[in-house]
């Protein structure tokens, strides 16, 4: 293309009347040109925008791309009210875009975390002129990710997204002295989120969320209205959707198990989908190849996928394929490709999750021991206390909060020198073992109050022995105090390869914070908690009751 034309601003009616404003941009020339749609909360006009797929080089490749504020953010009117308007408002703005001057009529949609949600609730919302979508890092299940996980609220992501989207909302409801007060006060919060912000109860009506005074990323209000989790929701409504979808993930991403489920459930209906899985968190780090403290190669990252195309290319590929007919040779391509970390090889698959792949436990045993053998008699119990004052700090892991909690793989010394903190170690592996696929716990416990939480952390230990963290769970329970239950813990999925020399460990306790809030041990809700009492816990591992990790182990192909 020779130039770029583009308009700023442009209304866009929604059926209610309200406006939202986009930009477009085109390439000149006689077209027609298929259009892409990125609808967002974080301004149509931010370096952010771009991230996601690059405008000027869709532009370039024969592509109308719309960049959209949505409703009550930035130049589009209407009320800030996360998720409630987007399925709505997507299916409309679908149904424009397919009618803007020198657009071929048919439509693609593209984003990531909360764009990518608003390509999944248009698709189900089912506009006839939506022919693909890329959907980036985000999930399926609410309640699984996004406002809960396993029970326990994500309140590392919920105290710092609310915030941050908050200041561009208070120009909306405040000016002058007025507008600069709640400013200060915002920036300071926002500031203060790990000395103090996180720390305030009850962590159901974070503090620091009501002195804000608008609206939070949804788990406040879905305690409150459980119902309005449904405006964010995917899952359950897979059936509704016919549009082909390319998802994309990270193995540290804080939806990560979400974007799996999306691409499975859409795939098991025999819908044309892609799955692309890297070893990324959710924003893309600025050091290429770095996540937490791991290096993984240039190769790994969205630039050099496997050192043969941009994230990008691959979005375009998609889109040719769907969207002008254009036969890509993407589609003659495996569905499914994955990287494998410890090895830090891409490799491609047919399925996921892989069908070869066995179910093999490992137990927890006495001493501290993490033995491919079940106890076969009776073995002493664990016990340590869980203090939510003093409570397990987040190190690493699939999170996106305050910039003082980074993502990705972390040195867990700190973490497992603590006494509330339970560690399992195998013994040196003779030869490589594959961990690919979901992972889950079964864990016998007890606890001397009438709730808790059980966090479990599988992690590789290398040569050297220094234990960093692969994937982890949470799972808030009640309970019948110093009753035995057995728990079932999901640790989400993961692919990685444990080299000979290495060891597998697991960590047991009860928290992870401010990743997620602190169980205070009293059974009250987190709306209203605001006592904390230590709990006394123990870890049983016996004949009879027999604590294990289930590890999707991939057959060696030598």
């Keep these: 293309m020779a130039d770029v034309e583009i308009e700023f601003d442009v209304p866009v009616p929604m059926r209610d009347g309200t406006i939202l404003r986009a930009d477009v941009h085109r390439p000149t020339g006689p077209g027609p040109w298929p259009v892409l749609v990125q609808r967002t909360p974080y301004d149509k006009r931010s370096l952010g925008g771009a991230l996601q797929l ?11 791309v719309v960049q959209q504020d949505t409703r009550g953010r930035f130049a589009s009117d209407g009320e800030w009210s996360p998720w409630t308007h987007e399925q709505a408002d997507g299916h409309d703005t679908v149904r424009w875009a397919a009618k803007l001057p020198g657009g071929s009529g048919v439509v693609g949609m593209f984003g990531a975390s909360y764009t990518g949600n608003t390509s999944w609730v248009a698709a189900i919302d089912g506009p006839p002129e939506l022919g693909a979508i ?7 299940e609410p309640n699984d990710g996004l406002f809960m996980r396993g029970g326990a609220l994500e309140l590392g992501l919920n105290g710092w997204w609310t915030l941050f989207t908050g200041l561009s909302d208070l120009p909306r409801r405040f000016s002058g002295p007025d507008l ?18 996180y720390r305030e109860l009850p962590a ?10 608008g609206p939070d990323i949804g788990t406040q209000r879905a305690l409150a209205a459980p119902e309005t989790a449904d405006y964010a929701r995917v899952a359950g409504r897979h059936d509704a959707i016919t549009t082909p979808s390319l998802v994309v993930t990270g193995w540290y991403d804080v939806f990560l198990q979400g974007a799996l489920d999306n691409h499975i459930a859409m795939a098991k209906r025999g819908r044309p989908a892609k799955l692309l899985v890297g070893p990324w968190s959710h924003v893309e780090n600025a050091i290429p190849g770095a996540v937490g403290e791991t290096n993984f190669g240039l190769t790994s990252t969205r630039a050099a996928i496997a050192g043969q195309y941009s994230l990008d290319e691959l979005q375009i590929r998609w889109f040719d394929h769907w969207l002008l007919g254009r036969d890509t040779g993407l589609m003659d391509e495996p569905p499914v490709k994955i990287f494998v970390m410890g090895t830090n090889t891409w490799r491609d698959e047919n399925e996921w999750p892989l069908a070869r792949a066995v179910e093999t436990p490992w137990f927890l045993r006495a001493d501290g021991k993490l033995s491919d053998s079940a106890p076969g008699a009776d073995e002493d119990h664990d016990t340590y206390v869980y203090d939510p004052n003093d409570p397990v700090p987040t190190r690493g892991g699939a999170t996106t909060m305050a910039v003082d909690f980074p993502p990705g793989p972390f040195d867990q010394a700190a973490v497992e020198q603590r006494p509330d ?6 013994e040196p592996l003779e030869h490589d073992l594959e961990v690919t696929g979901p992972v889950r716990v079964t864990l016998y416990a007890a606890t001397d109050g009438p709730s808790t939480d059980w966090v479990v952390r599988l992690c590789d230990v290398d040569a050297q022995g220094v234990s960093r963290n692969i994937t982890d769970g949470v799972l808030r329970v009640n309970a019948s ?12 999925s993961t692919s990685n390869v444990f080299r000979a020399g290495h060891r597998l460990r697991v960590q047991v306790t009860s928290s992870n914070f ?5 169980n205070p041990n009293t059974g009250e809700p987190p709306q209203a908690a605001t006592t904390l009492r230590a709990a006394r816990q123990r870890i049983f591992h016996d004949a009879s009751r027999v604590s294990r990790i289930a590890l999707p182990v991939v057959p060696s192909q030598a």
């Design 421 to 426: 903190v339970l560690v399992y170690t195998s």
């Design 54 to 64: 690059a405008t000027l080089f869709a532009v370039s490749r024969g592509y109308i």
């Design 514 to 518: 401010p990743r997620w809030d602190r």
């Design 134 to 140: 890329a959907a980036q890092v985000t999930w399926s």
């Design 481 to 492: 105090p110093d009753t035995v239950g057995e728990h079932e813990i999901d640790l989400w």
């Design 180 to 197: 600069f007060a709640a400013m200060t006060s915002l920036i300071a919060d926002y500031d203060g989120l790990r000395e103090r912000g």
């Design 204 to 213: 159901g009506r974070l503090p620091a969320i009501e002195r804000f005074g």
